[in-house]
Nanobody, 121 residues
Framework: QVQLVESGGGLVQSGGSLRLSCAVS????????MGWYRQAPGKERELVAA???????NYADFVKGRFTISRDNAKRTVYLQMNSLKPEDTAVYSC???????????????WGQGTQVTVSS
């Protein structure tokens, strides 16, 4: 069974840093794009950053220059380094990965369970 296991959330003061990790477990054939999304109370889920298997990245404007997404393909893990955190970054952060389980299967989206990030002012 494929699972995305996240870690690294928590409470931090404004201006602080956190690093999120998301590891893919289970038997799979390949991993495509991996990304981080967030959802604040009363708001819709939004893309934070994404990274391809080749390392190309895409960031939401509100995190450019503050957050960095990276991945370790050998460890099947994606990271989100978050610096200069602001209270408005408070949300549940979830990782996403496009995974092909077998060579003959289609790509499917998988989600982590979400991790809370709270930034105090």
């Amino acid at each position: 069974q494929v699972q995305l296991v996240e870690s690294g959330g928590g409470l931090v003061q404004s201006g602080g840093s956190l690093r999120l990790s998301c590891a893919v477990s289970g038997s799979i054939f390949s991993i495509g794009v991996m990304g981080w999304y967030r959802q604040a109370p009363g708001k819709e889920r939004e893309l934070v950053a994404a990274i391809t298997g080749g390392g190309s990245t895409n960031y939401a404007d509100f995190v450019k220059g503050r957050f960095t997404i990276s991945r370790d393909n050998a460890k099947r893990t994606v990271y989100l380094q978050m610096n200069s955190l602001k209270p408005e970054d408070t949300a549940v952060y979830s990782c996403n990965a496009v995974i092909r389980v077998t060579w003959r299967s289609h790509d499917h989206n998988y989600w982590g369970q979400g991790t809370q990030v709270t930034v105090s002012s």
